[in-house]
């Protein structure tokens, strides 16, 4: 089912694979020589399948330990593949500092990664003890200052909103005790929290603290505004033919990736009841109607891809959109930000 949280994803074991890799090499059409960005670098996956295709990739990760890990790659490659530490929000900043346009093709690889899963130290997932981070970079307040600082509805709003945790007021109840009487500093102490408020997880279902670490992590890590934002600068440093193609891993970011390419794919919008609206010109031209899904054989090979969707579009000649969130479904929070908790 599109959107449904993974188990594997929010907190469980998941091997370092790029996840739709044949379908997203498609979706970008890589041609020897072409620049392509690859906004969300990881363990590298997708770079590297482009390099061995003959691209020059410029990449970004936010995290420190992924760049540092990365070195090998740009080694191995040597000038076909730079390596920078940012967000992909910045990925227009990235091109020009880089003098990397024209661009040929921009991908993007949503939410954390397996690596960051794997680290107990990184605080992500429940299934692994260890300091309530959750921080992608080295920076900001972390997911342990936003449980015991904030106040009880604005955690409600966070693991409803961002989480769509159906009990998010009961969680934050229970968080609001439990912080009283001593602080939460662990994933293992959370999980415990989200377990006794929701019960434990029945046969086939996803355990009871997948929505609320999703909720928590995408709040500390601004991940929807990010993704947005990202989406815009893609739209600006594509050249005309240029492709991109996004891999999300849940319903919140599907649904943005599926609100902006849609109003950038049709110049005005009408029924039989009233004429087409005038609008901007399409900036994209859509390469797949509905998201595409991974196989039976990948999902197997490689859980995390259960939930995964790839969308895709091809870059038009007219001038770029103005970026609005709420049309593209970002939702607009009425609480302090994570810069609030520093």
Do not use: C, W
């Not at 990760?61 to 890990?69: E, H, I, N, S, T």
């Not at 390596?83 to 949503?110: K, M, T």
């Not at 342990?144 to 904030?150: E, L, M, Q």
């Not at 990948?298 to 007219?318: C, D, K, M, W």
Request: a neutral charge.
């Amino acid at each position: 089912m599109a959107g449904r949280p993974s188990d594997e994803g929010a907190g469980g074991p998941a091997r370092h694979l790029p996840v739709l890799l044949a379908e997203v090499l498609a979706a970008l059409a890589v041609v020897p020589g072409g620049r392509y960005v690859d906004g969300t670098f990881g363990a590298g996956g997708y770079s590297r399948a482009i390099l061995e295709a003959g691209g020059t990739v410029l990449a970004i990760d936010r995290d420190p330990k992924a760049v540092a890990d990365g070195q090998a790659i740009v080694e191995k490659f040597r000038n076909r593949l730079i390596l920078v530490e940012g967000r992909f929000s910045d990925l227009e900043a990235h091109v020009a500092a880089q003098d990397f346009a024209p661009v040929d093709g921009v991908v993007l690889d949503i939410g954390v990664s397996s690596m960051q899963l794997d680290e107990a130290e990184r605080g992500f997932s429940f299934r692994k003890d260890g300091p309530l981070d959750m921080r992608m970079g080295a920076e900001g307040p972390d997911a342990a200052a936003i449980v015991n600082r904030a106040a009880v509805r604005d955690l409600a709003v966070i693991f409803g909103a961002l989480g769509e945790e159906r009990h998010a007021g009961r969680v934050a109840r229970a968080v609001e005790a439990a912080r009283s009487e001593r602080p939460i500093e662990t994933t293992r102490q959370l999980a415990e929290i989200v377990e006794r408020a929701v019960g434990r997880p029945g046969p086939q279902r996803i355990h009871p603290a997948t929505r609320t670490f999703q909720g928590l992590r995408i709040f500390v890590n601004r991940e929807l505004e990010e993704l947005a934002e990202g989406l815009g600068a893609a739209e600006s440093v594509l050249k005309p033919g240029g492709r991109l193609a996004v891999v999300t891993f849940h319903s919140l970011e599907d649904r943005i990736v599926k609100r902006f390419l849609q109003s950038r794919s049709r110049s005005g919008q009408g029924s039989r009841h009233a004429p087409i609206a005038a609008g901007p010109e399409p900036s994209f031209e859509l390469l797949n109607r509905k998201p595409v899904e991974p196989s039976a054989e990948e999902t197997e090979r490689n859980p995390r891809a259960r939930s995964a969707r790839l969308r895709a579009a091809i870059r038009t000649g007219a001038p770029a959109h103005a970026l609005d969130m709420a049309a593209i479904g970002v939702p607009l929070l009425t609480i302090p930000g994570p810069e609030a908790y520093r």
